[in-house]
């Protein structure tokens, strides 16, 4: 004789597995055989070692090739992101262009500075202490000669009148080698403010 239990697919409880009492209650087959069906679900889940059931925990632990892949397969969760994963342990470090005075339109309006070493700038953050106001202050970084923004994220940090802060993640993941020069223009200014206390900060990665 058979019984029947509610899991993998669903939780059992004292009602599919037959909560008894002693002195009361008259034990019958089924209150034996749902219990066995319950205990056959779990070990099938669980599976034996070296199983070959692809949906049973030994094989998704333990197998080499065909376990814990998260490919995507019913039950086994989304595909891992090698990207995400290459984020998540590349080394970062920063650089920043602090307290520019007062922005003027023109070429190196503050020190250059150095990557430092081959990697990538992964985001780029200015604060204006003041804002500008009148019209837009727009900024241009460049490694060596050439522009790390597209036109895809509005060619470079841009300050309409009144703000004070810019922020831009992956602007160019390009890779610099060890040493590249980062340098900072000013292709226009607020024409009543320009902008006052100008820091910049680079985050990079390797």
Do not use: C
């Amino acid at each position: 004789m058979s019984g029947n239990a509610n899991f993998p697919t669903a939780l059992d409880d004292d009602s599919s597995l037959y909560d008894v009492t002693d002195a009361v209650s008259t034990v019958q087959a089924a209150h034996h055989n749902n219990v066995k069906e319950a205990i056959k679900a779990i070990e099938s889940k669980v599976g034996i070692r070296a199983t070959s059931v692809v949906t049973s925990l030994d094989y998704r632990l333990g197998n080499p090739t065909g376990g814990h892949t998260h490919d995507g397969a019913s039950g086994m969760g989304p595909p891992i992101n090698a990207t995400a994963l290459t984020n998540l342990t590349a080394e970062r470090w920063t650089a920043q262009i602090t307290h520019v005075p007062s922005v003027a339109v023109g070429s190196n309006i503050a020190a250059p500075i150095s990557i430092g070493r081959t990697g990538q700038i992964e985001n780029v953050s200015a604060i204006f202490k003041r804002g500008p106001s009148g019209a837009t202050t727009a900024l241009k970084v460049l490694v060596g000669p050439t522009p790390i923004f597209g036109a895809s994220v509005g060619l470079g940090p841009r300050f309409a009148p009144g703000a004070t802060y810019y922020g831009q993640p992956s602007p160019n993941l390009t890779t610099y080698p060890s040493g590249a020069i980062i340098t900072l223009d000013a292709e226009a200014v607020g024409s009543s403010e320009p902008g006052q206390g100008l820091s910049v900060i680079f985050v990079f990665r390797e």
